[in-house]
């Protein structure tokens, strides 16, 4: 694990830190550490390749078909680039 300062926090930042850890029932550094990990969409112990499934929606088939026509001639290549 790696430590990080933080230097310039507003005194009433801290304050307001040190109420919501005492709410929650946590230590400062266990908020500041949840604040950073939500922020950064990371999850400790979770799978990593599939950190960002809540972006992930649903798609009928028509609009899979419809991607799939859209993005179809980013697989064809140009012989003349290859030369």
Not at 51 to 71: C, F, K, N, P, R
Request: net charge negative; glycine share 6%; charged share 25%.
């Amino acid at each position: 694990m790696a430590n990080i300062n933080i230097f310039g926090v507003d005194e009433r930042v801290k304050e307001l830190l040190e109420k919501e850890a005492t709410s929650s029932g946590i230590s400062i550094n266990s908020l500041v550490l949840r604040y950073i990990y939500n922020a950064v969409g990371y999850c400790p112990g979770q799978d990593e390749s599939h950190v960002q499934d809540h972006l992930a929606g649903t798609w009928s088939q028509s609009e899979y078909d419809q991607l799939m026509d859209e993005i179809k001639h980013f697989n064809e290549v140009d012989a003349s680039l290859w030369k």
